[in-house]
């Protein structure tokens, strides 16, 4: 193109076309700058090609270095060059600019370069503007989690102690006021419920959860699940049906675990007659998990509604639970990459399907021998809640367990006067400062030896469970049951190796 077409194509593309000449000397200089250059620099093209510094001059300081090198490793390689920085103006605005360049290598050595400068302030604003709003959200997430970690923590102390007085006023009250202790408890597993939902959603957000993928039955897996709901079945006369497969899975069997057993939970209390229906089929090429019910249904317009947090449909049946189980449902099935499929028809039923991955059958192990009888335990007890700590006594000590209670660990440590406890049991944030790892850590280092451990904790912070699964201990969460509580240290106590 001669210098005309240049100018004319220049103002086209609302760029700043140029050329510069390196010869094999080194010395280079500008042959030719089209007239936007004034626009954009304040700068003559005259003024341009005179001075071959006067464009890199307005270069901002802190750019002007890794635009130097930038062009001097596209010099001698003679590739494509392409750099953003910041400028000045003759007039003072502040810009962004993009500089591009192809290298064409001449018969006397020299190197013509041709390009275009571009001005790209309007997009860098947008990507700012972007990145401050990124860093907005985030920081409003960390606020939901940091409140729903100090709300939890702080429910879940006086509901832990419930659940516990609960458990021992089950075995002393008469029998005419067992359906009282009943509604009592039931209500203490709906709360718990919910900030159990509220711990998992918080989990699944933060990151914390990983996957551990392994082959299994997934009629064991269905079995299991179709047991622990058949109670609930039989009380609203709903008849459970599972038909279950041979096939095997490869997933992570715990959270699949999860994920039918809120779809299960959800076909029952959403349907009043007939039955729910958990089966194995196969649709369009691959395996799914599918769960039936004959409940109320959901219309057309709000089946993508019903996997958001907290939503529930205004229909006056759908009145229970926390609004999460169905979004635990949809964050868990996207962590383990499975799609999940709805059919439904208002007043007819729904269908909620999981994709399987099939996985190869695993190896049959023997049945392991009956564990004997839970031996005595000598367990040391650590809550700084005084009405925690006395129910937890209280409760650890009627199942025939010997306690040390205290409520920090140097009174713990004065108080196993020198013998060593067969488990340590301490809630996570106690007085003073002083955490449940402080306190596991203190006792080990007093007695020499690894003593087995448990944190509880009301605590949702994602940090603290990547914390302590990094130190090797187990967090358990409040509130919990008695027999559950019985069963960690069971599980934590109990010898290993053959």
């Not at 990983?210 to 109670?231: C, G, I, Q, R």
């Not at 850590?441 to 914390?467: E, N």
């Amino acid at each position: 193109m001669n210098t005309e077409q240049l100018d004319k194509f220049g103002a086209e593309i609302s760029g700043v076309l140029y050329q510069f000449i390196v010869r094999p000397s080194g010395i280079w200089k500008f042959i030719y700058v089209s007239p936007g250059i004034t626009a954009l620099y304040g700068i003559s093209p005259e003024e341009a090609c005179a001075d071959h510094t006067a464009l890199t001059r307005c270069i901002i300081d802190d750019d002007l270095e890794a635009y130097k090198a930038s062009r001097e490793h596209a010099t001698q390689t003679l590739s494509f060059w392409q750099h953003e920085h910041r400028m000045r103006s003759k007039s003072g605005d502040q810009k962004w600019v993009r500089a591009q360049a192809v290298p064409e290598q001449q018969p006397d050595g020299s190197v013509l370069w041709s390009g275009m400068l571009s001005d790209i302030t309007a997009n860098k604003e947008a990507e700012e503007q972007l990145r401050l709003a990124k860093a907005e959200a985030d920081r409003a997430n960390s606020a939901k989690s940091r409140f729903l970690a100090a709300a939890s923590h702080d429910l879940r102390q006086p509901l832990a102690a419930l659940s516990l007085y609960v458990g021992l006023l089950k075995k002393k009250v008469a029998p005419a006021q067992g359906k009282l202790v009943a509604d009592i408890e039931s209500c203490a597993a709906s709360l718990s419920e919910l900030l159990n939902d509220l711990l998992d959603v918080s989990k699944l957000e933060a990151g914390v959860v990983v996957p551990k993928p392994t082959d299994f039955a997934l009629d064991e897996m269905l079995n299991a699940l179709t047991s622990v709901h058949a109670a609930e079945a039989r009380v609203k006369g709903l008849q459970l049906r599972a038909r279950c497969s041979s096939i095997a899975v490869r997933t992570d069997r715990q959270l699949l675990q999860r994920i039918v057993g809120n779809l299960l939970a959800n076909a029952i209390a959403y349907t009043d007659a007939g039955g729910v229906l958990v089966a194995c089929r196969r649709h369009q090429g691959r395996f799914w998990v599918e769960i039936w019910d004959t409940g109320i249904g959901i219309a057309a317009d709000k089946t993508e509604l019903i996997f958001e947090e907290f939503r529930q449909l205004d229909d006056g049946a759908r009145n229970r639970g926390s609004g999460l189980g169905l979004a635990i449902v949809a964050k868990t099935a996207a962590l383990l990459g499975l799609k999940v499929r709805l059919r439904s028809r208002p007043g007819r039923g729904s269908m909620f399907a999981v994709e399987l991955p099939l996985g190869q059958a695993p190896q049959t192990e023997a049945t392991p021998k009956a564990a004997a009888a839970a031996a005595m335990l000598r367990i040391a007890l650590v809550e700084d809640n005084a009405r925690l700590l006395a129910v937890l006594a209280t409760s650890l000590g009627e199942s025939g367990h010997a306690v040390v209670a205290a409520s920090s660990g140097k009174e713990l440590i004065e108080r196993l006067d020198g013998l060593a406890p067969d488990i340590v049991v301490s809630d996570y944030r106690l007085a003073a400062k002083e955490t449940g790892f402080e306190v596991i850590s203190a006792v080990r280092k007093t007695f020499g030896k690894a003593v087995p451990a448990l944190l509880i904790t009301g605590d949702t912070d994602p940090a603290l469970v990547r914390s302590m699964a990094s130190r090797g201990i187990a967090v358990h969460f409040k509130p919990m049951q008695i027999d559950a509580l019985l069963g960690y240290i069971s599980a934590a106590t109990a010898p290993t190796g053959p």
